[in-house]
């Protein structure tokens, strides 16, 4: 029963250092597995999503090494192909990055059917497509995902009917071995689907055009290890950036790609922050009076769905109505029931929520619903009047590395308690005499 307390009202002052991209490393992470060598990744960073990669992967007989604070050394020579533990890939959605990897290296996948923050249908239909592409018959009437290729995994055209960055990338990782040269149009653009491209070429691998809408893949007969560096967490970013915006406050971030981070930048300025940008530092100044603002979100290089809760409780501060409306997951505004509860005046109507802004927030009990959704709670407590208690703050450590640490060191009054679980007190003893 671990929950985040967090008393209101101190602006966020000082210098935030950005970590590695949690949706960056959870790919890479999976990419391992397609080399039968050492890979050093240098800037992981330390949430649960990577230690339970990190699980997965090592209970599959992979050798990981800790080689320092945000360094891990992966080995997966001798990993087992379809002995992931069903119970651990439930919890996360980016175990499916196993099925790309081992169908890439074996020939054949399965894995059990991945976990993940719940915004509605989320289903796999474009990697499938993928998977069958490249040619794989794909089975799921076993409680899981079983693919076979048994004539070879071979080049092939795949177009996505949808941009999926999950598709994108899982097609990238079984087409990195493969016999022949794949083609993937309408591909995701997102600075992690880069990133995971760099470090496959890093190991020998020969892909081109990541970051566009078409990637190229010539397929070839191993890889070798490497050591490579993740690319910081623009989400991560963007969440402090908010913070120093809804604060009134004045934060630097270092350690970041500052083009990553435009559409942010740009509903912040327009949301009457100031931005300064430098070489791999911005610098967000909070104004007393926010201004309204309208937001759809996007795929990359579009408002990152990732950020759309965090912004909406800075629109709360705003004078006038705002309204934000949502372009990827259809359930992504179950937050707006704990705004709500802390003053806020919020309407959904499909896929887009109406925000009347310029009510005080105030302090109240309230639920990380998800990942964003919970950090979200946690910039409404640091502006709203009074304490805010968030429960189920696991979902928020999935993705933020010291998040109470980093808000604490800026200034924000916020603690990390322990409380018992009611349903594990024992029950007290009633005198009925």
Do not use: W
């Not at 690319?231 to 809804?246: F, N, R, S």
């Amino acid at each position: 029963m671990d929950k985040i307390i967090i008393n209101g009202g101190n602006p966020l002052h000082g210098t935030v250092e950005i970590s590695g991209m949690k949706n960056a490393a959870l790919p890479i992470i999976y990419a391992c597995v397609l080399v039968e060598d050492k890979c050093v990744i240098e800037n992981i960073p330390n949430v649960r999503d990577v230690e339970l990669s990190l699980n997965i992967l090592r209970k599959m007989g992979a050798t990981i090494k800790t080689l320092g604070k945000n360094t891990v050394e992966i080995d997966c020579t001798h990993i087992n192909q379809g002995t992931s533990d069903p119970e651990l890939v439930k919890k996360i959605r980016a175990s499916y990055y196993l099925l790309g990897s081992e169908l890439g290296r074996f020939g054949k996948a399965k894995v059990a059917y991945p976990g993940g923050c719940d915004f509605g249908g989320r289903p796999i239909d474009q990697h499938i497509r993928g998977f069958e592409s490249l040619g794989g018959t794909v089975c799921t009437d076993s409680g899981c995902i079983e693919i076979d290729a048994d004539e070879g995994v071979c080049g092939a055209h795949i177009y996505f009917d949808i941009v999926s960055v999950g598709a994108t990338i899982n097609a990238m990782l079984a087409a990195a071995l493969a016999d022949g040269n794949t083609v993937i149009e309408n591909a995701a653009r997102e600075p992690h689907i880069v990133d995971l491209a760099n470090f496959l070429n890093t190991c020998g691998a020969r892909i081109s055009g990541a970051g566009t809408d078409v990637i190229r893949v010539k397929g070839v007969n191993s890889l070798h290890g490497c050591t490579y560096a993740i690319i910081p967490d623009m989400i991560e970013a963007g969440t402090y950036m908010v913070a120093a915006a809804a604060t009134g406050g004045c934060v630097k971030l270092t350690n970041v790609i500052p083009k990553h981070l435009e559409s942010v930048s740009a509903k912040l300025e327009e949301a009457g922050a100031v931005v300064d940008e430098f070489d791999d530092s911005v610098i967000v100044t909070g104004k007393v009076k926010v201004r309204k603002a309208n937001v759809k979100t996007h795929p990359y290089p579009g408002f990152p769905t990732d950020m759309q809760p965090q912004m909406a409780v800075l629109l709360c501060l705003a004078d006038g109505v705002s309204y934000v409306s949502e372009g990827v997951y259809e359930k992504r505004f179950r937050y707006v029931e704990e705004l709500i509860k802390m003053g806020a005046s919020i309407k959904v109507d499909g896929r887009t929520a109406v925000i009347e802004g310029g009510k005080p927030l105030h302090g109240a009990p309230v639920i990380a619903v998800d990942l964003r959704a919970g950090v979200a709670m946690a910039i409404a407590g640091l502006v709203a009047e009074g304490t805010t208690e968030i429960s189920d703050i696991h979902l928020i450590e999935r993705g933020y590395d010291d998040i109470v640490g980093k808000f604490k060191m800026l200034g924000a009054d916020i603690k990390k308690v322990s409380l018992p679980d009611p349903e594990e007190l024992p029950l007290k003893k009633v005198n009925l005499a």
